[in-house]
């Protein structure tokens, strides 16, 4: 497990809850001056642990008010159907995230769309018809209750 010190671990945590915070600002918060602060954020990003900032945009305020889970099985993994569906899945401006899944299905798709008719359109006229597609679950989200939300750090102070 990465090795992180008690200055670190706080820069991660603020950094997290608020990536607008200037290096003095995040210094003042975190104990150090200016410039230890600015070496470890830089080595943080260099790490790969800092991954980049983003705003964060309310769906529903961009008129995507259709927010699904589905889960995808493909037909076999014998052939080269994984890689082709997760690269058809990459052009897919729909789709906000993907993962590989144990079980029952093989892939998760978070998925945003303006309205339900323009899931059904989504799912039967694009998911539907990649090669190798067997079949798909759909899960509407009522509400989103927590999340996206923060990378757990508790595991790092112990």
Partial sequence: ???????????IDILQRDGRKSISELAHEIGLSNTPCA???DALQQAGVIKGFNAAISRRAVGLMVEVFIQVRLVSHSDDSPERFTAAVQRMDEV???????????????VMVPSVDD???F????LMRLPGV???????????????GHV????LKK
């Fill in 39 to 41: 070496r470890r954020f």
């Fill in 152 to 155: 757990p750090l508790g595991h």
């Fill in 96 to 110: 906000s995230a993907c993962w590989t899944m144990t079980g029952e299905y093989d892939f998760l798709l978070h």
């Fill in 123 to 126: 799912v039967m006229h694009r």
């Fill in 1 to 11: 497990m990465p090795q992180f010190d008690e200055f670190e671990i706080r820069m």
């Fill in 134 to 148: 067997r079949d798909v679950h759909t899960q509407l989200v009522l509400q989103n209750i927590k999340g996206p």
């Fill in 119 to 121: 899931l059904n359109d």
